[in-house]
Every structure is written in structure tokens, then in C-alpha cells.
């Protein structure tokens, strides 16, 4: 793993960067009592702030109904200010791409917890030292790499429960975790080259680097509400036969 400080690093810096940006961290009850506020009472949202969807009792299809609206509208917006970001050429090119970055994986990061909570995980932005690890977890899923894949499977009865058992386990999986970051490090370094070439060319440089942005963003969404989906499924299954 020494090897792969550096990228190691590449990929926190630029999570920790994404993070500066004001509303990186999602308000959870804010971001419940909304969403859930256009279905259910008040005695229901209630409980889906103190409990969480999951232990709440939310039927999945709701949860799959709202977490399809956040991925529509963060591909949406993420694609615009792609596309806006895209549009420089020549030396220009050499400032927006840092915040074209950025700003992509604010989207990703803020998408990333919203589907988390309408899934029924708790609030993990209260953990401020394993935040990140928490959210590279979410991301890792979101590119589908197994080993997020797995870590989550493993860990998301823990994540809807009690936030102390969810953390204590994802402490326990720093290797993993840390393998995670590499891999999402090798990913972001590809993209950032790829988008600074075409950013060279005007216009059509905003329009291919906002069709990056249309093309990679949604499926990785999707890939993080299917599995949250399936690990409902999962969840309710286990009770039904214990």
C-alpha cells in the first residue's frame, strides 16, 4: 500500500476540495422532511429523521421513487455547469478544469448522501473523522469496484442501525477503503486528462465535456441506488425469516 500513497492522496484532495464547496454536506432531516414531506404525514417523517426509511417502515418503491427524482436532477444540473465549465479554450482551459472537477464531484459527493439517507443509512456527516471514508465507500460503489461493492454489503445493516456499529466496522476496513481511493484516484486522473484535451477546442469542448458528464454521471447513480436497493431488499428479507 506504500506505493500508492501519492494516489492515495490524489483522491482525498480532491474529496476534500469537492468538500469545501458550501452544501457539500447534506442537512439529513432538511433533505428527509423535504423529500419524504411530498408523501408521507407528519408522524411518518418523523419517524424517517429519528429512524431512518429503512427501520421506519418507508416501502422501497417510495425510496426508489425519490432517489430516481435526486439522481434526475443532480445529472441535470451536473451537466450544465459541465457543459458551462467547457466552453474556454486555449490557456483558459488551464483554470476550469479544476473547478469543473470540482464541482462534478460535488454533485457526486451530495448525490452520494442523499441516496444513502433515502435509503435508510444514518447521518454520517456527524462523523467528521470517518466522513470521507464513508463517502469513498458510497463512491466506490457508484464506479461499481467489488470491493466497495462488498464493503457495503457487509456493512449496511450496521449503517441503518446504530452510527457508533457503522463506524466501528468501517475503521476495521481501512485497507479496503484506502484500496478504494487508489482505484477511484486512477479513474479521476484518466477523466481529468480526457476533459482538459477537449476543453482546448471551444464550444464543442463545453458540449463533449458536459456529454462526459451526462454519460458517466447517471450510470454511476444508478449504480449506488441499485445496490442501496438491493441491501433493502436484503435487509427485509433477513427479517422476514428470522
Not at 494516489?7 to 454536506?25: E, R
Not at 432531516?29 to 414531506?37: Q, S
Not at 429512524?51 to 432517489?67: F, N, P, Q, S, W
Not at 469543473?100 to 444513502?116: E, F, G, S, T
Request: aromatic letters at 8%.
Amino acid at each position: 500500500m506504500s506505493d500508492n500513497i501519492g494516489d492515495v492522496g490524489v483522491w482525498y484532495n480532491v474529496l476534500g476540495g469537492a468538500l469545501q464547496i458550501p452544501g457539500a454536506k447534506v442537512n439529513r432531516a432538511e433533505f428527509l422532511a423535504k423529500e419524504f414531506g411530498k408523501y408521507c404525514n407528519s408522524e411518518t417523517i418523523a419517524r424517517v429523521i429519528s429512524e431512518g426509511t429503512a427501520v421506519a417502515g418507508v416501502e422501497l418503491r417510495l425510496m426508489d421513487k425519490i432517489a430516481e427524482e435526486v439522481v434526475g436532477y443532480h445529472t441535470g444540473v451536473a451537466t450544465g455547469l459541465s457543459f458551462a465549465a467547457g466552453i474556454p479554450g486555449g490557456l483558459a482551459m488551464l483554470a476550469t478544469v479544476p473547478a469543473d472537477i470540482a464541482q462534478y464531484y460535488w454533485h457526486v459527493i451530495v448525490a452520494a448522501q442523499k441516496l444513502a439517507y433515502v435509503y435508510g443509512l444514518k447521518d454520517i456527516a456527524l462523523a467528521d473523522d470517518h466522513f470521507k471514508s464513508l463517502l469513498t465507500l458510497l463512491i466506490g460503489a457508484m464506479y461499481g469496484l467489488e470491493d466497495a461493492d462488498k464493503t457495503i454489503t457487509q456493512v449496511y445493516s450496521a449503517l441503518v442501525s446504530q452510527e457508533i456499529a457503522a463506524l466501528t466496522l468501517v475503521k476495521g476496513m481501512n485497507k479496503t477503503i484506502l484500496k478504494i481511493a487508489v482505484a477511484l484516484a486512477y479513474r479521476l486522473t484518466g477523466k481529468t486528462v480526457f476533459k482538459s484535451v477537449w476543453k482546448a477546442i471551444p464550444i464543442l469542448g463545453g458540449v463533449i465535456s458536459g456529454g462526459i458528464t451526462l454519460f458517466t454521471f447517471r450510470p454511476m447513480c444508478d449504480k449506488l441506488r441499485e445496490k442501496l436497493h438491493d441491501s433493502v431488499k436484503t435487509r427485509e428479507l433477513k427479517a422476514l425469516i428470522s
